[in-house]
């Protein structure tokens, strides 16, 4: 049974920094891409960012791009989002995630849509305010 569990959100003042954490487990970790979505009250699930197997590639959102950072230690089968310059439209509960498809596959990159999650985890809150 996959098991992914998120952890380091909190509430933070506009500007602040962040950096949540999920464990995974019940999954080789080291063979599938990773996803961070989040989901704003009253909101559908937003992708957020993904990272390759190895960690080579990175994709964001543009909502994010230049203040997040997707990482990922497979020796500890730990996916890292670090967010900085944090800002009030980030607040939300924020979800790692897997997919059941790479993000790149036949040369075509694509991020995930909210249907096709097949495991999250119960989710971190980020709370963004002053």
């Known amino acids: 049974e996959v098991q992914l569990v998120e952890s380091g959100g909190g509430l933070v003042y506009p500007g602040g920094s962040l950096r949540l954490s999920c464990a995974a487990s019940g999954l080789t970790f080291n063979r599938v891409d990773m996803h961070w979505v989040r989901q704003a009250p009253g909101k559908g699930l937003e992708w957020v960012s993904s990272?390759?197997?190895?960690?080579?590639?990175?994709y964001y959102a543009d909502s994010v791009k230049g203040r997040f950072t997707i990482s990922r230690d497979n020796a500890k089968n730990t996916l890292y989002l670090e967010m900085n310059s944090l800002k009030s439209e980030d607040t939300a509960v924020y979800y790692c995630a897997t997919v059941g498809r790479p993000y790149c596959s036949g040369g075509y990159c694509r991020p995930p849509t909210a249907s096709e999650y097949n495991n999250r985890g119960p989710g971190t809150q980020v709370t963004v305010s002053s």
């Open positions: 990272i390759s197997r190895g960690g080579g590639r990175a």
